[in-house]
């Protein structure tokens, strides 16, 4: 028996520039199961995102959903695209299971945690304030280098991870510190500057963009005691939930985030194509 993708729609072309195509996944022309390709908004034409692959459930086991997968890789580098993405729900044991399998790579995954009605209580010695104009600028400038360089260092090309950094910081702070629904606190222990946070405000719930303990007062808990406060400023702003980012092989944070509660909501691939 033959597997193929047969298109269900002419190829889109939207007006961020990307383009998309859905396709059936056919088995002797029969219909088995679907998939959509498209280029990455923020990476431009060279990547392609793969989503909503989806074998029926009397096909499934029978390699479909391999060369299904293999097959819109062609249609990848058909594109010019030299790399692909997909994410991966937590709980899709045998769609994680396929990835590794043809070679993708976590890259970094998402992790969230219901939060109480009350907020937890910073250590004694810790409180947090908002940051400073003064201290805005230096800290965006390294912020900026630091999140192209997370990337660069997990096979993103320097160009790319820069670009995306930029359009980053230009979207989700274009006020600066006067950005509407972002918190940017700086964390003090016994009177000393030690961390900052960036959290920002979403519909439903919080979300961690950036979290760091100066290098002088690392392996002290500070880390934790500003996670804490992440959690802190969410209940208060009536936000039940709390999400963040962690990069693969940050260990040191996985196992933080962890340690608090916080569960894995999904885990987000690449494969280069050569």
């Known amino acids: 028996m033959t597997t193929t993708l047969r298109p269900t729609e002419p190829l889109q072309h939207h007006a961020d520039g990307t383009r998309s195509r859905r396709y059936q996944v056919c088995v002797n022309s029969r219909p ?23 074998i029926d459930e009397p096909d499934r086991g029978r390699g479909r959903g391999t060369v299904a997968a ?23 044991v045998a769609a994680l299971r396929l990835t590794s399998a043809l070679g993708y790579v976590t890259r970094n995954r998402g992790m ?46 320097e160009a790319e991870a820069y670009e995306k950094s930029r359009r980053d910081h230009d979207e989700l702070l274009a006020r600066g510190t006067d950005t509407e629904d972002v918190l940017i606190s700086v964390l003090e222990h016994e009177g000393a500057p030690v961390g900052t946070l ?21 392996g002290r808990g500070n880390g934790r005691t500003l996670m804490l406060l992440a959690e802190a400023q969410a209940v208060a702003a009536g936000r039940p939930v709390i999400g963040l980012n962690v990069f693969a092989g940050n260990t040191p944070a996985e196992r933080l985030y962890e340690s608090l509660g916080y569960r894995t909501t999904a885990h987000h691939l690449y494969k280069n194509l050569l």
């Open 198 to 218: 960036w959290l920002a405000l979403q519909d439903d719930r919080a979300f961690v963009f950036d979290v760091e303990t100066d290098a002088a007062h690392r």
């Open 70 to 92: 293999l097959a819109v890789e062609e249609v990848a580098r058909g594109w010019g695209c030299r790399r692909i993405e997909v994410s991966v729900p937590a709980d899709a």
């Open 32 to 54: 088995v199961g679907a998939i959509h390709l498209s280029t990455h908004a923020l990476f431009g034409s060279g990547v392609a995102r793969a989503a909503d692959l989806w």
């Open 112 to 157: 969230e945690k219901r939060l109480g009605a009350e907020p937890p209580r910073l250590p004694a010695g810790s409180r947090a304030r908002p940051m400073s104009q003064e201290e805005y600028g230096p800290w965006e400038a390294r912020a900026r280098e630091s999140y192209a360089r997370i990337w660069i260092e997990r096979g993103v090309p």
